[in-house]
Every structure is written in C-alpha cells, then in structure tokens.
C-alpha cells in the first residue's frame, strides 16, 4: 500500500499594521465603553482647564497688572482655586476611568490567550516552549496595560493641549504662530522615522523576555540536574548572555529614545528664535501688545514639554504594540480541529487500527518523510488487553497518542465501536479514555483534588474507594492532613512510585472504558509493583486496555501482544505464542529473565 505524503499545516498570514493591531485591541474595550468615553472627556477636560487658565496670561498683563481693570485682579484668585480644583477633578476620573477599562482589557485578553493556548492542538505545544508561552501571558499582557494606558492619556490629553495652544497663538498674533507651523513636517518626519525604529526594537525585547524566562524555567526546574552534574557556571554563563542580550535591546530602545527628544525640540528652538527675530520688525512692533507677545513667547515655550512628551510616548506606545503582535501571533493561530459531531454516553469498548500512517513531520537526511506509524492495522474487542512492546522511539506511545486525537492521522482510520473517531466529539472521546502515563503531572492542590481531577463531582467516599484500591491511603494516612494535604507543585513532597499510584487512582475513579497505561509501573518499587498489579487487574476488568510497557512481566496475561519496530508491527500475538515463535519478543523476554 503506498503510503501519502503527510498533512501540510496550513499558515496565516499574521502581518498587520500598528494602526490594525490598535483597532483589534480598541475592540476590547467595547464592553466599556462606557468608561472610555469618561475617561476621554477627563483628559480634554483636563487640557481644555490648563488652555483656559494660560489663555488669561494676556489679560493679567495688558489689563491686570497695567491696573486698567481692578475687577480682574480681584478675582483672579478665586479663579486660580476653581480652576485647579475643577482641573483635579478631571484629572481622577480621566486616570481612574482609563486604569479601570486598560484593567477589564487586559484581564480579558489574558483570559482569552490563556483558554487560547489550552485549546491549541498538542503539535502547537511540541513547538512552543512553555517559558515563551507564560511571557506571553504574564510580561507582554503587562506590557499592553502600562504602555497603551499610559500612551492614550499622554497622546489625547496632550495633544489637546497643544492644539489649544495652537489655537491661542493663531487667536492673538498669527503672523508669528505661522513660523511654528513650518516646523510641524519635520517633526512629522523625526516621530515617523523613530516610530519604525522603536517598534522594531519593542519587538526583539519581547523575545528576549521570553528567552529570560524559558531559560530561568529550565534551569530552576531542572536544578537538581544541574547540581549533580556541576552545571552551575554553564548555566550561568548562558542566562548571562541571554540577561545581556535583553540589556543590549533595552540600550538601543533608551538611545532611540534620548536621541530623539532633543532633536524635536531643538528644530522648535529655531521657531522660537525666528519669533524673538520677527518681533523686531516694525509691522510686528507696532501691532502687538506686551501681553499679546509674552503669551506667544510662553505658549511656544510650553509647547516643548508636551512636545517631548508625546515623542516618548511613542515609544511606550510601540512596546505595547510589540506586545500585541506577539499576543495575537497565537492568537491568530488556529485551535485544535473538533468536527465531529456524534456523542456517545459510554462507548462498549471496541477499537481498531487500520493501516494508520502517521509522520510529525520530519524529515531525514536524504529528505525523505519519517514515518513514525506505518500501516498498523489491529482490533481489540470489549474488555481485551492489548500490550505495545518495542524499544524506545518504536511508535507505541504514538499509537496511544492518536487514540486520544492528540494527533490526526495522515491516512488509515482509527475506529471505536466500528466508527471514525474523527466523527466523534472531542471532548466526548477522551471522556471514554483514563490514562496513566509514565510522567505524572499532579497539580499544586490538595491530595483529594488530584485523584478526583478527572471526575471532580466524585463524593468523598468514592475517592476512598479510588485511593484504596491503588493503596494511595497506605501513605496518604501518614500526612498530617490525609486525603487533604496540599502535595505542591507538580506533587513535590511525593515520591515517584508514590506519584504513581495518585495517577493510577485517577484513572480508577474515571471509571472510563477504555484504559490507557503508558509505562504505568515504570517508576515503582518491587512491593509497589506488587500491590499495583493487583489494582490494576481490578481495574482492567471490563475495560478495555492498552499497555505499553517495557517490562514484559507486567504484560504476560495480555490478551494480544503487539512487537513494534521504527512503527511498524513485526510480531503478534499472545505470551506463550510469541514465546514458542523465538523471534523479537522471545529474544527481549530472554535478554530481561536471564540470570
């Protein structure tokens, strides 16, 4: 039979400009909008106060301190206390408003790329490492919140202040306000320029905030690997280079950053002077009060802080941007493929192989595919055992894999009950699978919580019954809070045969119809070896079961035994058959019973 070329994941193409990405995360705020819109009105607000207050300043001098108008100086204080405290107001509902919706939006959107990335198919994590996934999570949905909040007060509240500004020069002498206009494509240029550089730069510091992170994850969890072999210096000497890297980015985003503020304010320089020039002439001299000059003066001087403030914020504005790229890159990816359609309450418990081709993908060096499944073909009928033997890499974990639609076949099918799993819905199938596999993975809870994950509506009794069975309680009994007991992170205060039984006792409490052991024993002593076999055999009758082991003691009452070699199945049968045949599985049951 010849076998097809494997499935082709499909790309996306996630390019999009920042002015996209600004309006996809815009739309995460449309549930408060509500909140957005006050804090909008806050910070014109806030500039409209600080417009009017300065647009006094010529009045206070050609009327006020002249003494040609008595009732301005006189209330000129009471205006000052009014205006600063109406200015307060504006200034804490257009903060408190923009925190409460960047907040809403960042929880969300953290919530969102969380149920996201769990919802990815098992391929997606093969690829990813999870230290670059929880940067994603944790930095760069930071990043969104500090940087975009803090980019849209500065970018609205400031830039209302300088077209008010604006506004009041043109008001009261235009001839001298139309100098500062012949500056404003210049610095059009310098922001555009800068904005690319900052944007660039934003997005190579969020890998290397992901490459921190990966590299402290493996180091911290693998710790004790790297005390025993002495890896402490080499460890250190690689998060040092990744720590200097990240610095080196944070460098080149500073000097973008230093060096551009005082170019834009040293092109408004030259305005300024032009003014200080033009006042000179007589048309100029003539026609402008005293006031009407040191306002101009005083406007264009206070245009060079906000100036220089909505330059910086343009880079704030870019790292969250850079941010938003990275979190929708995974975002944009499609989630794991559920188009089946049928249910079933409990499956009776048949299943077959026919001749599934399966490949991850990869080639070797003559560029050919490599097949990690070729043409395997079995049935198993309700309450069967079927062991899996083989060395490592010889497909037997895979075949359990696909079972489970951590993976889709290439070609073949893969049935249950006599239909496609692939009609069947996700979630469903699995539920008709308890598996134990040879890396127990236990949560940071309690001990209880661990054995009823699979069936967290089990009632207390019925989790005794699990425990008991998988002799759980012989060391849960010895804790000082039992079935209660935090076991913490990833079941640190467990041993590895201890683990074990945890696992096995879920799967037990499952009740599913079909088990699936991968190396279930693996990690367990002699005596619990021994009193797991006993639950195990209890909890193989009337499921149906795969096991894949490498002990072949564990598997000598199969009632199939299959013997697989780079995927493909070499030999079948049962023990004794297998046995009398003296090929692969004799030589393997000799090499392991020798004496």
Not at 86 to 115: M, P, S
Not at 269 to 285: D, G, H, I, M, P
Request: charged share 15%; hydrophobic share 45%.
């Amino acid at each position: 039979m010849a076998i097809p070329s494997p499935k082709q994941e499909s790309t996306t193409d996630l390019s999009a400009t920042t002015w996209q990405n600004f309006k996809r995360l815009l739309s995460y705020a449309k549930p408060y909008k509500l909140g957005f819109v006050a804090a909008i009105i806050g910070m014109l607000g806030y500039a409209s106060i600080d417009v009017y207050f300065l647009s006094k300043l010529q009045p206070l001098i050609d009327e006020g301190l002249t003494g040609a108008s008595s009732n301005f100086m006189k209330w000129a204080p009471v205006f000052v206390v009014v205006a600063f405290f109406i200015r307060g107001v504006f200034h804490f509902i257009a903060n408190y408003c923009l925190a409460w919706v960047g907040n809403h939006v960042v929880t969300d959107l953290k919530q969102q790329l969380f149920e996201h990335v769990m919802a990815m198919p098992v391929s997606f994590h093969d690829k990813e490492s999870t230290g670059g996934l929880i940067s994603k999570l944790t930095f760069d949905t930071e990043q969104v919140l500090n940087s975009v909040s803090k980019s849209i007060l500065v970018i609205i509240q400031q830039s209302a202040f300088v077209l008010g500004l604006i506004g009041l020069m043109f008001y009261i002498s235009w001839q001298l306000s139309v100098i500062f206009l012949l500056i404003t494509p210049l610095i059009a240029i310098i922001v555009t320029i800068v904005s690319k550089r900052f944007r660039k730069i934003s997005k190579s510091i969020q890998g290397a905030m992901g490459e921190v992170t990966t590299a402290a994850e493996q180091t911290f969890n693998g710790h004790k690997v790297v005390l025993t072999f002495g890896g402490q210096q080499r460890e250190f000497a690689r998060f040092a280079q990744i720590n200097k890297h990240n610095r080196q980015q944070r460098m080149k985003l500073m000097a973008t950053k230093a060096g551009s503020v005082p170019i834009i304010q040293i092109i408004a320089s030259f305005a300024l002077a032009f003014v200080f020039y033009a006042v000179n002439s007589e048309s100029l001299r003539d026609n402008i009060s005293a006031g009407s000059f040191v306002s101009v003066i005083t406007y264009m001087t206070m245009l060079l802080r906000p100036l220089k403030m909505l330059t910086n914020v343009n880079s704030e504005f870019q790292k969250g941007m850079a941010a938003c790229v990275s979190i929708f890159s995974v975002l944009n990816q499609a989630t794991e493929k559920d188009n089946g359609t049928l249910i079933f309450e409990k499956a009776q418990g048949k299943i077959a192989f026919k001749n599934v081709n399966f490949s991850y993908n990869t080639v070797n060096e003559e560029k050919q595919t490599k097949w990690a499944l070729k043409n395997l073909s079995f049935e198993l009928n309700p309450g069967e055992t079927l062991a899996l033997v083989g060395r490592s890499g010889s497909g037997k974990s895979t075949a359990s894999a696909l079972m489970l639609r951590f993976y889709d076949a290439n070609s073949g099918e893969i049935l249950i009950d006599g239909v496609n799993i692939e009609q069947y819905k996700l979630k469903n199938l699995r539920h008709q699978f308890a598996y134990v596999s040879q890396q127990v993975v236990l949560f940071n809870d309690t001990l209880a919580n661990n054995i009823a994950y699979g069936r967290p509506e089990a009632s207390r009794a019925e989790i005794i019954a699990a425990a008991k069975s998988a002799h759980v309680m012989e060391f849960a009994e010895q804790m000082e809070h039992g079935l209660d007991t935090n076991l913490g992170e990833n079941g640190a205060l467990l041993s590895g045969g201890q683990r074990q039984r945890v696992a096995i006792a879920r799967a037990l409490l499952c009740d599913a119809p079909f088990l699936i052991l991968d190396e279930a024993t693996s990690a367990l002593d002699t005596e619990s070896e021994r009193h797991i076999q006993d639950a195990l055999q209890t909890l193989q009758k009337n499921r149906t079961s795969i096991v894949i082991a490498h002990r072949l003691s564990t598997i000598e009452k199969a009632d199939k035994i299959i013997v697989m070699e780079q995927g493909e199945i070499i030999e079948q049968g049962d023990h004794q058959s297998l046995l009398a045949s003296k090929g692969a599985y004799a030589q393997l049951h000799s090499f392991q019973f020798q004496s």
